[in-house]
């Protein structure tokens, strides 16, 4: 699976846009990238995920540049509540050898009153 | 459901000593994995499985040991417990049918220090 680079930490207003950028310059054609964020020292929650188009659910939006090379993950009106490590995977969604993926260190995004 | 389960959220164990981390889910997922976060760290996997009888290694195996008997469980043994053990483990699992392309579930960790 390819690795992911995030920055270590940002800061985000509360009620402004965060957006968590994420580098993944060696994706394969077959892997997806996957969001997930973690609070305080909970168990991981999916997010959003995409492949190719950009990504809009409940919770976040996920724009992925044409080449694949990069994505960013946008929460469009920050709360308090969104403090938390924000972790960018890329992983094969349909395959045996899905079970493999890597978590890296993930971005601490803090959200400032 | 109750989703992923895991058990016991803490516990102590001397150098040397052994145990086994529970995990189940109830959500009749083929794939289940272990995790392992160390203080300030991302997640690390340990081992994970793709099936009852299945079971592969991950980034850092070494010291552990899993089995996969029956869809909803996926115990982690501990042999010969060492303080670089201590972590917070998750347990995971997620499906090629979830409908969100093999999204993981996790479980609350289990806090594990060895002194």
């Known amino acids: 699976d390819a690795k992911t680079t995030q920055p270590t930490s940002m800061d985000c207003a509360e009620g402004r846009a965060a957006n968590l950028p994420c580098n993944h310059s060696?994706?394969?054609?077959?892997?997806?990238v996957y969001w997930y964020r973690q609070i305080h020292s909970q168990g991981p929650q999916y997010i959003i995920h995409?492949?190719?188009n950009n990504e809009t659910n409940e919770m976040a939006s996920l724009i992925i540049t044409e080449d694949r090379k990069s994505s960013t993950l946008i929460l469009p009106h920050a709360t308090l509540r969104d403090t938390a490590v924000y972790y960018c995977?890329?992983?094969?969604?349909?395959?045996?050898?899905?079970?493999?993926?890597?978590f890296g260190d993930g971005t601490t995004l803090t959200v400032k009153p | 459901n109750a989703g992923v389960t895991q058990t016991p959220k803490f516990r102590i164990l001397k150098i040397g000593q052994s145990m086994t981390l529970q995990c189940a889910q109830d959500?009749?997922?083929?794939?289940m994995y272990w995790y392992r976060q160390d203080p300030g760290m991302g997640l690390k996997l340990i081992y994970y499985?793709?099936?009852?009888?299945?079971?592969d290694k991950g980034e850092v195996p070494n010291g552990y040991n899993v089995s996969r008997s029956t869809t909803e469980d996926f115990p982690l043994r501990l042999e010969l417990a060492a303080p670089s053990q201590t972590s917070v483990y998750f347990c995971?699992?997620?499906?090629?049918?979830?409908?969100?392309?093999?999204?993981?579930?996790f479980g609350p960790g289990t806090r594990l220090t060895v002194l």
């Open positions: 959500m009749n997922h083929n794939y």
């Open positions: 060696t994706i394969s054609g077959n892997e997806y």
């Open positions: 995971a699992s997620s499906s090629l049918s979830s409908g969100r392309d093999n999204e993981q579930f």
């Open positions: 995409g492949l190719k």
């Open positions: 499985s793709v099936g009852a009888g299945i079971t």
């Open positions: 995977i890329v992983r094969v969604g349909h395959n045996t050898n899905a079970g493999k993926s890597t």
